[in-house]
């Protein structure tokens, strides 16, 4: 795939969608499929579970596509060391998510040498039998609303959208319409996944299998609870801030798929973002641990030598400046993910000393961008600036690249959409700046 040449960024390229499909792709060609299994699968009338990943799931369980009531018994053969209970069944089964996993080991729908467990981090060991029960897929609380959508790609399988900036993902308290999952529903039908309005409001620019681990431990959540909300499709998200591209299954089996490849971070994601000021060095990576800010419960915070706390994990990304605007009262900045934790790049960039222009949460405010620009040019140009800094209404953070693994085909996908009008004129006014003062 050709890479965009983001100096040439200009408003009328912005949202401009390109895809390819490549076997010699941006990110690493391996893929951690799901294990075999040696144990039984049954199906009303029974059948055996042993199969690529990537063949279509009416394969094996005929038309039943959503899996409720799949029976699943076998022999636990671990060799050393602990293993939880969901972690096992979730390696166990393709085409079925963890979180559905989680929630009939929650409901009470899987025995471990036949008593009931509801705790999904139970630890099991060699020779335990295991019988587990695939949970009902939870009533929707979405509705469908005709919202228009850029769609960038679509098949049967997979859908490839350009969510434009203060559009909220997915319902939750506060944001019940409007979101980008009522309009799916609108669009096409989608598997349903069932989450607590906690969780809900927990999660961001981060991967749902990662978010599992980080609730697995919390093993009070109710069954009522956890189907007090559903997220149908969705394998990761994008803050209500932040614009560009975002994958949704369209099939369990997908969801399942795509879930793994971001727990194992062969998703290939790549940002851009407008920083107060210019890093030092210039390019570089972040390995600082990310974990909810104890002071401010709706931020993270990077602090080195948290991953000895559970509450943080382990988080990294690259960066580099693309560009220098504004005489160094700006940069634009590349960032590439390894991991994808809750508001990663906006919690690195504050750590680094750049605050994303208009991240309010991570200090990219307007009076922190004035005084970042006004120190390196002219008064001649604070006017100017003023009516710049003023327009920031969402912090300056773009998902400009995305490729995966096809969950049927196995193929390696790519596609890049450039940023949309506000980001693009913002980036422009910047230039027009730094050419006047150089």
Aim: hydrophobic content about 35%.
């Amino acid at each position: 795939m050709r890479m965009l040449s983001l100096p040439s960024l200009s408003p009328s390229m912005a949202s401009k969608a390109l895809y390819s499909p490549s076997s010699s792709c941006l990110f690493p060609p391996s893929f951690t499929s799901f294990a075999r299994v040696s144990g039984t699968i049954k199906a009303c009338s029974g059948s055996a579970m042993a199969r690529d990943p990537y063949e279509p799931q009416e394969i094996l369980f005929g038309r039943r596509a959503n899996y409720a009531g799949i029976q699943f018994e076998d022999i636990v053969d671990v060799k050393s060391g602990k293993l939880r209970l969901d972690t096992w069944i979730s390696s166990r089964i393709t085409g079925v998510s963890r979180a559905r996993v989680q929630s009939s080991i929650r409901t009470g729908l899987v025995s471990v040498n036949g008593r009931v467990i509801e705790k999904v981090s139970h630890i099991i060991r060699a020779g335990d039998n295991i019988k587990c029960t695939i949970s009902e897929l939870q009533p929707l609380k979405a509705e469908p609303e005709d919202i228009p959508l850029d769609i960038v790609y679509e098949d049967e399988h997979v859908l490839v959208v350009d969510k434009p900036a203060h559009m909220v993902v997915h319902p939750a308290p506060g944001n019940t319409t409007g979101t980008l999952v009522n309009g799916i529903l609108h669009h096409c039908s989608l598997p349903m996944h069932a989450f607590s309005h906690s969780e809900v409001q927990d999660l961001s620019d981060n991967e749902l299998s990662d978010f599992y681990l980080d609730q697995s431990d919390d093993d009070g959540i109710s069954s009522t609870t956890l189907a007090a909300s559903v997220r149908p499709g969705i394998v990761h998200r994008l803050d209500k801030g932040t614009s560009g591209l975002l994958v949704v299954a369209k099939d369990e089996h997908s969801h399942a798929h795509l879930s793994e490849q971001f727990k194992q971070h062969t998703i290939h994601r790549v940002y851009v973002s407008l920083a107060c000021g210019v890093p030092s060095p210039t390019s570089g990576r972040v390995d600082v641990p990310i974990g909810r800010d104890l002071n401010n419960r709706i931020r993270m915070a990077a602090v080195p030598g948290m991953s000895r706390s559970r509450q943080a994990r382990h988080a990294a990304s690259r960066y580099k400046v693309i560009e220098i605007l504004a005489g160094g009262g700006s940069a634009l900045v590349e960032w590439r993910l390894e991991t994808g934790r809750t508001h990663q790049i906006r919690a690195h960039a504050k750590y680094l000393g750049i605050p994303l222009l208009g991240d309010e949460v991570y200090g990219g405010t307007k009076n922190m961008a004035m005084s970042m620009l006004r120190a390196r040019v002219s008064p001649n140009f604070h006017g100017q600036l003023m009516q710049l800094v003023s327009k920031l209404e969402r912090p300056c953070l773009h998902a400009l690249a995305l490729g995966f693994r096809h969950p049927h085909t196995g193929e390696n996908v790519n596609f890049s959409c450039l940023p949309p009008a506000d980001f693009s004129k913002i980036l422009s006014q910047l230039r027009e700046i730094s050419e006047k003062v150089s």
